[in-house]
């Protein structure tokens, strides 16, 4: 819960029970992409509104990113400490698990550099990658 509150903190947002149930969540799923239904199930009296409020705040801030894997699935995932409301560092990897359909950040698969031909302008890039997670893998050997 401290990192929570800190986190809320360095963000500048207020400390709302919800808010600091909601992050807490994202803490406790840190290595992973998390979808809003995940945490329409894993909180208690929720207002549907309120939880989508609290998620568009919280990527507005850097507080988390769109974790996009590729699924049709919305997911969100906690940013790096140095993401800010300008500043969103999350040009990672997205992997999808397609035994479990877990969502990952692979932090250390970095977007490759990508360059446009004149007059395009890129305003955002997303690398998507699917097979077996570690614990899949592991399970089918």
Do not use: W
């Amino acid at each position: 819960m401290e990192k929570a509150i800190s986190i809320l903190k360095k963000h500048s947002l207020r400390k709302t029970p919800f808010r600091l149930e909601v992050l807490t969540l994202f803490l406790d799923n840190a290595t992973r992409g998390i979808s809003p239904s995940f945490i329409e199930n894993s909180v208690k009296d929720f207002d549907r509104i309120t939880l989508y409020r609290t998620l568009k705040t919280f990527e507005k801030s850097g507080v988390i990113h769109m974790a996009i894997d590729g699924s049709n699935d919305t997911k969100y995932a906690l940013c790096h400490e140095d993401c800010s409301t300008h500043n969103h560092l999350d040009d990672h990897a997205h992997f999808l698990c397609t035994d479990c359909e877990e969502t990952y950040c692979l932090e250390n698969v970095i977007q490759p550099q990508i360059t446009l031909p004149a007059n395009y302008k890129l305003t955002s890039a997303h690398l998507a990658l699917s097979g077996l997670c570690e614990n899949c893998n592991l399970k089918g050997n």
